[in-house]
């Protein structure tokens, strides 16, 4: 079992700012995973957006190249996405998961919104 709980969503308007957090917890959950961030944006498929391993290694989707930043704590088994230069079209509920294939059972995400 793995536990996952995102937050750090929020209103924001086009051009601002927010940092996620994803904390991992349980018995089944390896630090050595490389993880992920993915939306769903409303009547969409969820999308993985930015990946990165247990030793630093990044990479994202073209759409968010140059504005999101991966990282991760593995210390505290928690990643981030720095997300900058947010758009309307990032409008979605941010999840993690484990990559490149989501194997663990989806948290409540953590919604953003970017007003135009």
């Known amino acids: 079992q793995v536990q996952l709980v995102e937050s750090g969503g929020g209103l924001v308007q086009a051009g601002g700012s927010l940092r996620l957090s994803c904390a991992a917890s349980?018995?089944?959950?390896?630090?050595?995973?490389?993880m992920a961030w993915y939306r769903q944006a409303p009547g969409k498929q969820r999308e993985l957006v930015a990946r990165?391993?247990?030793?630093?290694?990044?990479n994202y989707a073209d759409s968010v190249k140059g504005r999101f930043t991966i990282s991760r704590d593995n210390a505290k088994s928690t990643i981030y996405l720095q997300m900058n230069t947010l758009k309307p079209e990032d409008t979605a509920i941010y999840y993690c998961n484990s990559a490149p294939n989501a194997v663990w059972t989806w948290g409540q995400g953590t919604q953003v919104t970017v007003s135009s």
């Open positions: 990165i391993t247990f030793g630093g290694a990044t």
């Open positions: 349980g018995s089944s959950f390896s630090i050595y995973a490389s």
